[in-house]
Nanobody, 120 residues
Framework: QIQVVESGGGLVQVGGSLRLSCAAS????????MAWVRQPPGKEREFIASVGNTGLTTYGRVMQGRYAISRNNADNTVVLQLTDLIPEDTAVYYC??????????????WGQGTQVTVSS
């Protein structure tokens, strides 16, 4: 069984930055692709980006140019560095592990989510 734990959310002012971390443990965690997804209040889930264990990165359409994603295979962690935050970035941010099949990410394991709130 794979466990996923996020950390690093919080309250930040417009223009601020946050560093979100995700740690995965369990058998086969290192083989999975690790993704960040967010869900703003009252809206659908949005894919941000993902990183495979080879370092191959897939980018979504949201927050373009305002984040950086990195993965450490040694300890199965993935970091999402958010910058220039705006109120529309307020959401619960989730880390997910899964597989990519035919170009589509299959979500298999989820963390509990971490709240990011951007105040104006």
């Amino acid at each position: 069984q794979i466990q996923v734990v996020e950390s690093g959310g919080g309250l930040v002012q417009v223009g601020g930055s946050l560093r979100l971390s995700c740690a995965a443990s369990g058998r086969a965690a290192s083989l999975k692709e690790m993704a960040w997804v967010r869900q703003p209040p009252g809206k659908e889930r949005e894919f941000i980006a993902s990183v495979g264990n080879t370092g191959l990165t897939t980018y979504g359409r949201v927050m373009q140019g305002r984040y950086a994603i990195s993965r450490n295979n040694a300890d199965n962690t993935v970091v999402l560095q958010l910058t220039d935050l705006i109120p529309e970035d307020t959401a619960v941010y989730y880390c997910s592990l899964g597989l990519r099949r035919l170009g589509i990410f299959e979500y298999q394991y989820w963390g509990q989510g971490t709240q990011v709130t951007v105040s104006s």
